[in-house]
C-alpha cells in the first residue's frame, strides 16, 4: 500500500518558519518525483513546488520561491518543504504528492497520482 505522510504544520507567528516532512512508503521512492501543494479555506489547491527523481532538479511556483526550499533524502525515504517568512496567507492544508515523470507538470495537480493527507498550517498576524 503506497502512503504519503505529511507532517510538521502547526500554529507559528508570521515571520517563523516551519519544516514539512513527507514520509512516503509504498513505492520506490528514489524513482519518483515529489511535489507539494496547498489548500487554503475556500480556495482551489495551488502548486508550490517538487522535486525529481534521480538528480533532484527542483522547481517552485513564482509565488513561493524566495521563502521555500524543496529538498528529499533518499535514504530516508522523506521530502521536505521548508518554508520561511511565514505570512498568514500561507495559512492552508500542505499536501505531498508523488508520481513518475511528472516533474515538468509539477503544480498541475491532476498530473499527480499519489496524494497524502496534508498538514495544516495556520499563521498568525
Known amino acids: 500500500e503506497v502512503q504519503l505522510q505529511a507532517s510538521g504544520g502547526g500554529l507559528v507567528q508570521a515571520g517563523g518558519s516551519l519544516r514539512l516532512s513527507c514520509a512516503v512508503s509504498?513505492?520506490?521512492?528514489?524513482?519518483?518525483?515529489i511535489g507539494w501543494f496547498r489548500q487554503a479555506p475556500g480556495k482551489e489547491r495551488e502548486g508550490l513546488s517538487c522535486?525529481?527523481?534521480?538528480?533532484?532538479?527542483?522547481f517552485y511556483a513564482d509565488s513561493v520561491k524566495d521563502r521555500f526550499t524543496v529538498s528529499r533524502d533518499n535514504a530516508k525515504q522523506i521530502a521536505y518543504l521548508q518554508i520561511n517568512n511565514l505570512d498568514p496567507e500561507d495559512t492552508a492544508i500542505y499536501y505531498c504528492?508523488?508520481?513518475?515523470?511528472?516533474?515538468?507538470?509539477?503544480?498541475?495537480?491532476?498530473?499527480?497520482?499519489?496524494w497524502g493527507r496534508g498538514t495544516l498550517v495556520t499563521v498568525s498576524s
Open positions: 522535486v525529481s527523481s534521480g538528480e533532484g532538479r527542483t
Open positions: 504528492t508523488a508520481d513518475t515523470l511528472v516533474f515538468r507538470h509539477c503544480v498541475k495537480a491532476n498530473y499527480w497520482g499519489y
Open positions: 509504498g513505492l520506490p521512492f528514489d524513482d519518483y518525483d
